[in-house]
């Protein structure tokens, strides 16, 4: 019984059917199965599958970022069961991401936000055109240990060197990883501004954040 | 010194991916987008004018819903034919339709050391020597700000790379880097000193404006403001879409057109609804992001494609088109880059795209490199010799010389020959000479291209600014720095 959940709770993040897999969160809620199982043996189970396909060429990144939304969505779903359960699902990190301020571009960095939540991180997404202090003020209140910041103008790259100088300012930076993308930046910029690192797609950027929690 | 310009005009020949009804169906799908769906316009300015010309405003969203009669009647007085001026008239260029000019490409981050060869981020003075080669380069018909001057304040960034760019070159200058009202105000006036003043830049604009849209259907704030200033002074302006299929469109090219259609005539509009009659020109540049990473690509068959049948739509509007062209994806000079330039840039010139942006780009338009821009001219050249097609008539069919020489012989010595023999193509890039010599010396069009750079950088000697405009250039840029909100 519990093996038939499990295997179409992963089926529904194979298929990128959100809606699948919201109500196999809720079925598994009212049936008082293990939120952690759920997520562990079932819905994670299915993004495993879903990367291992692309990692051989055969899914490609809507299916990726379909199976990510699905398993955003399942998780958000089993939130209050864990909370209620004192259960703690075990998270790479905890993220904050966005685009800086005065730039309104954010296809890459939803992309990689997406990527970093089906990964197993924890997401802050705070949108565009975000300002540094409410950056900073996010990262504080969940306890981030990575704060990612999107730019794809070189006028509007300068606000990520201003946060990083800002974290230093307050002490915050030992704390605080950074990690840096857009067109524009370059390992260059990376140097420059004392980042902890950069990607030019998704891919590598839930790479890059792995390692930088000290992961593989 | 003037400087010829070389272009492709007098197609002999065409190409045509859209039919008429294939035109009629974008057209008309475009409308119910901008009706049904709405394009977001992040400024005041902008939804305020939509408002009174009738349009449905959603003030909070900042979204514009248009009926397709607004839409269409505004477009209406859109001013088909116009030049882009050059500090030197000789080097004006008239969008008529009849003419594709090749310019530098935009804005990339860094270069490729022309003296070392070593990459390192983009700086004032690239954007100076840039200049200087391509107002010596006949292929080059005008300059966008090539990569951005990153050691140049933020605030006034754009104002120092125009005027870089004027103090070096004689040609048209188009920027794609000015995208706030405070430098497009300043710029504005620096243009009409080097034309004259007010009038005289309405007349000869020696600047012109390029504005990127934000795809899916959007706008930048601080573009439209800077679009409807340039276009209050006469300063043609275009609206550019990048949309991508996959990403920021659909994955199906109608689609993706649909989008960027919508932006782009959307834009195009609000500028003769506020300022009727604003020289205005399509901007595109649309692509297929990589099915494995999302990536801006940089080349393909779609990109291609899109080259090949976005100036079919910008003729049904009757406006000029800047093209997205060369700017491959390659990350060095190599086979990759030699398809993806000569294919989206025959396909642009096919359908007469009357602007190509632009040539000396590798890695997607990020790294500028000086034999790239040299072998990019190369292949213009080689494009708009095939664009001159194959001439029949008496004089090309040469019965006489034919007759000459007879069976057997040959034509080497034929006054035919002599008459015409320069018009066969000679390559400054190609390697053509025999094995043997290639073995031995084991170089070819990376040194050439790179070695024709450091020349032309060393040796010419573009037409000064106007005496004391530098510093005039350089007064208003420190008045406009001081006055910059931080």
């Known amino acids: 019984m519990n093996q038939d959940i499990l295997k179409r709770m992963a089926q529904s993040i194979i298929d990128g059917d959100s809606d699948a897999a919201v109500a196999l969160a809720k079925e598994s809620i009212d049936t008082n199965m293990d939120p952690l199982e759920a997520i562990s043996g079932g819905f994670v189970a299915g993004v495993n599958t879903v990367g291992d396909a692309f990692g051989r060429g055969e899914a490609f990144l809507p299916e990726l970022v379909m199976a990510g939304e699905a398993m955003k969505l399942a998780v958000a779903t089993l939130d209050p069961e864990l909370k209620k359960r004192g259960a703690q699902r075990q998270i790479l990190g905890r993220v904050v991401i966005a685009t800086v301020e005065g730039d309104i571009h954010e296809i890459g960095k939803s992309l990689v936000a997406t990527m970093l939540s089906a990964s197993g991180f924890e997401v802050h997404d705070l949108g565009v055109d975000a300002p540094g202090d ?45 990690m840096v993308g857009g067109a524009p930046v370059t390992r260059d910029w990376v140097t420059t501004i004392r980042a902890d690192g950069y990607s030019e797609d998704a891919i590598g950027a839930v790479a890059l954040a792995k390692k930088l929690m000290g992961g593989a | 010194m003037t400087s010829r310009i070389q272009s492709i005009t007098n197609p002999r020949i065409k190409l045509q991916i859209l039919s008429e009804e294939d035109i009629r169906k974008i057209h008309n799908a475009t409308l119910r987008i901008i009706d049904e769906v709405g394009v977001r316009f992040p400024s005041k300015r902008a939804l305020e004018i939509w408002a009174d010309a009738g349009a449905d405003v959603d003030f909070e969203r900042m979204v514009v819903r248009a009926r397709g009669e607004l839409i269409e009647a505004a477009l209406r007085r859109c001013p088909p034919v116009y030049s882009l001026a050059a500090r030197d008239p000789q ?80 040609k048209h200058v188009q920027t794609e880097s000015i995208y706030n009202v405070h430098e497009a105000q300043v710029a504005i006036e620096m243009a009409s000193m080097i034309a004259g003043g007010r009038r005289a830049l309405r007349n000869r604009p020696v600047l012109s404006l390029m504005q990127c849209t934000a795809s899916p259907l959007g706008h930048d704030g601080g573009s439209l403001d800077a679009a409807l200033l340039a276009a209050e002074a006469g300063v ?65 068959p779609e990109d291609f494609l899109f080259g090949g049948a976005t100036n079919a739509l910008a003729d049904f509007y009757d406006i000029p088109l800047s093209m997205g062209s060369f700017a491959t994806g390659a990350k060095e000079p190599n086979w990759q880059a030699g398809i993806e330039n000569s294919l989206s840039t025959f396909m642009a ?18 790294i500028w490199s000086f034999e790239e821009m040299m072998m990019d001219c190369e292949i213009f050249s080689i494009v708009q010799k095939m664009m001159q097609g194959i001439v029949v008539d008496e004089e090309t069919l040469a019965l006489e010389a034919i007759a000459a020489v007879g069976p057997s012989g040959n034509f080497l010595t034929q006054k035919h020959t002599r008459r015409h023999m320069r018009e066969l193509f000679v390559p400054e890039f190609m390697d053509r000479r025999p094995y043997a010599e290639w073995e031995s010396r084991q170089d070819g069009a990376y040194d050439w291209a790179l070695a024709k750079a450091r020349r032309l950088l060393a040796e010419h000697e573009p037409a000064p600014l106007e005496r004391g405009l530098s510093e005039e250039f350089d007064r208003m840029i420190a008045a406009a720095k001081a006055s910059a909100l931080p």
Not at chain 2, 238 to 260: D, H, I, K, S, W
Request: charged letters at 20%; hydrophobic letters at 45%.
């Open chain 2, 91 to 170: 080097q004006d260029l008239p969008l008529d339709g009849n003419h594709v000019y090749l310019g530098t490409d935009g804005c990339g981050v860094e270069v490729i050391d022309i003296a070392n060869g070593e990459r390192r981020i983009s700086r004032l003075q690239d954007v100076r020597d840039i200049a200087r080669l391509g107002d010596a380069l006949e292929q080059i018909a005008f300059h966008w700000v090539p990569v951005s001057a990153q050691d140049a304040p933020v605030a006034t960034r754009g104002l120092h790379e125009i005027k870089a760019i004027w103090e070096n070159s004689s």
């Open chain 1, 134 to 178: 409410k950056l900073i003020g996010k990262a504080l209140e969940v306890n981030a240990d990575l704060l990612a910041m999107s730019a794809l103008l070189t006028t509007t790259m300068v606000r990520q060197r201003e946060v990083i100088e800002e974290l230093e300012k307050e002490g915050l930076r030992q704390r605080i990883k950074v």
């Open chain 2, 349 to 366: 010139s096919a359908s007469m795209a009357d602007m190509l942006l632009g040539a000396g780009f590798l890695h997607g338009s990020r």
């Open chain 2, 236 to 300: 043609p302006t275009g609206f550019m879409t990048m949309a991508a299929c996959l990403t920021t469109g659909p994955a199906t090219l109608a689609g993706n057109l649909a989008v960027g259609n919508a932006e782009v005539i959307t834009g195009t509009a609000l500028l003769q609804l506020a300022f009727p009659g604003a020289p205005v020109f399509y901007a595109a540049a649309q692509t297929a992001s990589d099915l494995r990473t999302g990536a801006y690509t940089g080349g393909g």
